[in-house]
């Protein structure tokens, strides 16, 4: 995980999700390279930010702390997925299925 300082509160936290959730699905962190430039476009977004929000006709914060809480439940899924599948336990098998049923009211 990086930790770029920044005066956005939202900003930093997404760029981290988001790098947390590739290395849940990756099983690797990033590569310095990939971080160099995580932390490059980081810095960029937070010297844009104040400009942005102003130039938006919405809450560009709240969708920043919106997708960073989607982010973060990506990857508390996923990792607890993994962990269940590191188990040993088949997830086809101890989750009973289920079919619909339509009715047509007639």
Known sequence: MTTVATN????????????????????KPLSEDATKISTGVTALLDGLFPVLTQNVSFDLDGVLTGSTEILSGLNTV?????????????????????????????
């Open 8 to 27: 956005s509160h939202a900003i930093t936290p997404l760029v981290i999700a988001g790098e947390d959730l590739f290395e849940t699905l990756s099983g």
């Open 78 to 106: 996923l990792g607890a997925a993994r962990s269940k599948v590191a188990r040993g336990l088949d997830l086809s098998q101890s989750l009973p299925t289920q079919t619909a049923r339509v009715s047509s009211g007639v």
